[in-house]
């Protein structure tokens, strides 16, 4: 009878959050909703711009037909309240959300996709620069399910 062969051991690996995989991925998403929607990640996601022309702050819906936010496009009013009909945003006068999007993407392709294609090769530059100081990091972060 033939012998059987003996698989290795399978190693359990965990998924632990890495802060520069993070900060990379945070840095790629807001060139991204840059270059669609004219704003930054956390504008994004919060509707906080900075910039129109009612100044910073919460102004879905009036802060320019090229500033695209996610509360906008949830509908959500000035007030914080729910609104049926601002659903999808309300654009200027003859614009459509397609007509922004492409826009935005005429006005911010160029830097948001150097941002994109240069952003990795400056972490992989910066992990091989900095291995000795980030291995101490990761000493610190053991058993955190953390990682650098």
């Known amino acids: 009878m033939a012998r059987r062969r003996s698989s290795k051991p399978r190693r359990r690996t965990t998924n632990k959050i890495s802060l520069t995989g993070l900060a990379e991925t945070a840095i790629i998403g807001s060139a991204m ?6 704003v930054n990640l956390a504008s994004f996601v919060t509707g906080v ?6 100044g910073t702050g919460f102004f879905p819906n009036s ?6 936010t996610l509360p906008e496009l949830a509908g959500i009013n000035s007030a914080g309240k729910f609104d049926a009909s601002r659903i999808g945003g309300t654009y200027g006068a003859g614009q ?15 830097q948001s ?14 992990k091989k620069t900095f291995r000795k100081p980030l291995s101490m990091i990761r000493k610190g972060l053991k058993g955190t399910g953390v990682t650098v």
């Open 49 to 54: 711009t900075t910039g129109s022309a009612s």
């Open 96 to 110: 459509t959300f397609t007509s922004s999007v492409m826009q935005n993407i005429k006005n911010n392709a160029f």
């Open 63 to 68: 802060d320019g037909g090229d500033r695209i």
């Open 113 to 126: 996709i150097a941002v994109a294609v240069v952003t990795p090769i400056v972490f992989r530059m910066g």
């Open 33 to 38: 909703t840059k270059m669609f929607f004219n």
